[in-house]
């Protein structure tokens, strides 16, 4: 994620939409650099506890991201 104001870190959650499952896991918000970039970034680890279809949002003040990704397993 590249935020602004620079530095401002967005907060992640995820759901399973397809079926019930435990929560995502979000191991943490880390600040780095793309090469070159005016900004910094934010580079975030996540564990998905199953395979299946999850919603993901990311969320900074009052403007959010959200998309859905397949889970493969394996």
Not at 21 to 36: C, D, E, K, Y
Request: aromatic content about 6%; proline content about 9%; charged content about 15%.
């Amino acid at each position: 994620w590249v935020t602004t104001p620079p530095g401002a870190k967005p907060s992640l959650t995820g759901e399973r939409i397809d079926a019930s499952a435990r929560p995502l896991h979000v191991a943490g918000v880390n600040t780095g650099a793309f090469s070159g970039a005016a900004n910094p970034s934010h580079m975030t680890p996540v564990e998905f506890p199953t395979a299946g279809c999850w919603r993901l949002r990311a969320r900074l003040r009052d403007v959010s991201l959200v998309y859905v990704v397949q889970v493969s397993a394996g």
